[in-house]
């Protein structure tokens, strides 16, 4: 298991629902033995490294890659020695691989051009009409900044807006990740297209300062940040509250400012094991809910082959443990799609409010 800066601690949340199930006896009677967390440092090499030793030294039979440097090296490895891993489904690992287990699915289908099929996700734009907007009024203007990512995820934005019946009036990523003091070059072109939504895609260190810059550039109309819902993170920085205040996020799974039964236990269960909760602990518990369901699923006699005819033979769907969790996801088709689904929020005297319900969309198919 291995995690990197970006995302602190989701070792903790993965741990806190492994210890829930090793206290109710454990599944199909079967103890798990959580060995803790590796840190890759931000290395991809030093991820494979660790990823070798815990195969064919530690003989692990499953591994959480929390982690952006769980590059294909590490993924391809993982997937020819058939090692269950399981992660965020953004990296190009969780698609169209047979032991890659996003929580979410497969996010980046569009991007993986080995795929036959790519498709775009719906649900980062149910923040749009949830601010009021009707899509045919709508005037989108995308800033992103210099890198890849933003540019598929913006392509992927635009062609679902384009589908549910609104207007893009520009859209680039062109903003250098670090060295920028003054952001109104980057935001004026976007005003000039008279936008009346803007999305961006930007780090969290500048989005105040990009927010700053659109308002002095007379910009007056709500600012969508699709990934800026990070649970428990307003509370420890103010500063960081106050420049996100009146901005739209999504949740990718029930935001736990929802009380639902899922949301409520995995509540007790951070209390037990004196977890803080933040986006990277609860994307682990989720991560851990589908390990232990899939663990159920394979039976009492366990081994790679009964696991991959459990999940992958085309019968099993993981639900959540208790309702009111993440999205159900069949296999194998969740190593293809995305569990296309998500709540709007908004920051509001510096907490996140949640507006809308917590609903599944048709992914976009984008690709061929």
């Known amino acids: 298991m291995n995690l990197n800066a970006y995302f602190p601690n989701p070792d903790t949340g993965?741990?806190?629902?492994?210890d829930r199930a090793n206290a109710a006896g454990g599944v199909n009677g079967r103890m798990i033995d959580f060995l803790g967390c590796n840190d890759d440092g931000g290395s991809a090499d030093t991820n494979l490294a660790i990823s070798k030793r815990l195969v064919e030294q530690d003989q692990v039979f499953a591994m959480m890659q929390f982690s952006t440097f769980a590059t294909p090296q590490v993924t391809d490895y993982l997937n020819q020695n058939e090692v269950p891993f399981y992660g965020y489904g953004?990296?190009?690992?969780?698609?169209?691989?047979?032991?890659?287990?996003?929580?979410?699915?497969?996010?980046?289908?569009?991007?993986?051009?080995?795929?036959?099929?790519?498709?775009a996700y719906s649900a980062n734009n149910y923040e749009l009409p949830a601010s009021g907007l009707d899509y045919p009024d709508m005037k989108v203007a995308f800033i992103g900044t210099d890198n890849d990512s933003s540019r598929s995820s913006f392509d992927d934005a635009e062609k679902v807006l384009k589908a549910d019946g609104g207007q893009t009036v520009y859209n680039k990523s062109i903003m250098p990740l670090t060295g920028v003091t003054d952001y109104s070059p980057y935001t004026r072109p976007a005003l000039a297209a008279k936008p009346n939504a803007v999305v961006l895609n930007v780090g969290l260190?500048?989005?105040?300062?990009?927010?700053?810059?659109?308002?002095?550039?007379?910009?007056t109309g709500p600012v969508f940040n699709p990934s800026g819902y990070l649970p428990g993170l307003?509370?420890?920085?103010?500063?960081?509250?106050?420049?996100?205040?009146?901005?739209?996020?999504?949740?990718?799974?029930?935001?736990?400012?929802?009380?639902?039964?899922?949301n409520e236990q995995m509540a007790k269960d951070f209390q037990a094991d004196n977890v803080e909760v933040s986006q990277a602990t609860v994307y682990g518990y989720a991560m851990a809910d589908m390990f232990?369901?899939?663990?159920?699923?394979?039976?009492?006699?366990?081994?790679?082959?009964?696991?991959?005819?459990a999940v992958n033979g085309g019968g099993y769907t993981y639900t959540s443990s208790t309702p009111g969790g993440p999205a159900s996801l069949p296999f194998p088709a969740g190593h293809f799609t995305q569990a296309d689904c998500g709540a709007p929020m908004q920051v509001e005297n510096k907490k996140y409010v949640v507006r809308g319900p917590f609903k599944c969309f048709a992914s976009l198919q984008s690709r061929p």
């Open 292 to 309: 232990l369901s899939q663990l159920a699923a394979a039976g009492p006699d366990l081994n790679t082959k009964t696991f991959d005819q």
């Open 14 to 18: 993965f741990k806190a629902r492994i």
């Open 205 to 219: 260190a500048t989005v105040g300062q990009v927010m700053a810059a659109l308002k002095a550039g007379g910009y």
């Open 234 to 262: 307003l509370e420890r920085q103010p500063a960081l509250a106050a420049a996100l205040e009146g901005s739209w996020s999504v949740s990718q799974t029930p935001p736990v400012e929802m009380k639902t039964p899922y």
């Open 90 to 119: 953004f990296l190009p690992g969780y698609c169209g691989t047979r032991w890659g287990f996003g929580f979410n699915g497969c996010l980046v289908s569009n991007g993986v051009t080995s795929l036959p099929y790519g498709f």
